[in-house]
């Protein structure tokens, strides 16, 4: 299973806290002309039959980083290929490719021994502990969403029009950080500091494409990382077997300091494929079982 840096995290929790974000906001407020509960019941409904069915799916994640001179031009570029899996119910990480090359064999190793480790730990759990380790999961999972119920009390969501996506009719929204606003948790602090535009799709009244933008430099985590202005995150997502709607493709430029170094300009782009649907109490066993 792999494990990140401490800079690969930071820049997995910036993703994952504009989409998160923004996602919601926009499944909040496509349906504003509507009784406010019934938006809130089903953005919360569409949200859970999103997480439940992706539990059911792995995938590949093709990212190429480039780290950017002062004049914007690339002077540095790393890709990596992961195949992510949900293993005895949980995400797991293996590097299948660098820089447009399949692993060497040491390296091939080191992740099998990763994986190996993992699913030794794991295979062995009783129902009991497998039942209760699940729990925590979803428990902490939940807990993180908490701060969502604040956008619509955190942004001026407007609708400003609609467009064509992917053959999919949209409504396009806006959203601006209210003034005013008061944030009631660590992650909400943020709110005041990202403006965004949204896509919903009409039909699903699921998020097709966003585009984030800070407007303010952004403090993160016990690992001093600042973000600061202007920088901007453009995801996309589609639609997968009918059924649920999963990443496609995440732009991200940004400048940044991690500690006392630098990290100068930067760009990410993250394509996602290979999506196949598999069960989710799979798992992986050794030769020797297999046997």
Not at 182 to 206: E, V
Request: proline share 3%; with cysteine; aromatic share 10%.
């Amino acid at each position: 299973m792999q494990r990140l840096s401490a800079w690969q995290r930071i820049k997995y929790r910036i993703m994952r806290f504009f989409v998160t974000v923004f996602v919601s906001a926009a499944a909040l407020s496509t349906m504003r002309a509507e009784d406010p509960e019934a938006i809130v019941r089903r953005s919360v409904s569409k949200d859970l039959v999103n997480w439940n069915l992706r539990k059911d799916y792995t995938y590949t994640a093709k990212s190429e980083e480039r780290e950017l001179d002062k004049n914007g031009k690339a002077k540095k570029t790393d890709a990596e290929t992961v195949e992510v899996s949900i293993l005895y119910g949980e995400p797991c990480f293996r590097v299948i490719e660098k820089n447009g090359k399949l692993l060497s064999a040491a390296d091939a190793r080191k992740e099998e021994e990763k994986l190996a480790k993992f699913t030794e730990k794991r295979k062995n759990d009783t129902e009991q502990q497998r039942a209760q380790r699940l729990a925590d999961y979803q428990k902490k999972r939940a807990k993180q969403r908490e701060f969502l119920k604040e956008v619509p009390a955190a942004y001026n969501l407007g609708l400003i029009g609609e467009e064509q996506l992917g053959g999919r009719d949209t409504y396009v929204i806006d959203a601006q950080p209210r003034p005013g606003y008061r944030p009631k948790s660590d992650m909400s602090k943020y709110f005041p500091k990202i403006r965004a535009k949204i896509w919903i799709d009409k039909t699903d009244y699921q998020w097709v494409k966003v585009e984030a933008e800070t407007i303010d430099t952004i403090s993160f985590g016990l690992v001093l990382f600042r973000l600061y202005k202007g920088a901007r995150i453009e995801f996309d997502q589609t639609r997968i077997n009918g059924e649920i709607w999963l990443p496609k493709h995440i732009h991200i430029e940004a400048a940044g300091r991690m500690g006392l170094v630098l990290k100068g300009g930067y760009e990410q782009d993250t394509v996602f494929d290979n999506y196949r649907k598999f069960q989710s109490d799979s798992h992986i066993v050794s030769a020797e079982e297999a046997k």
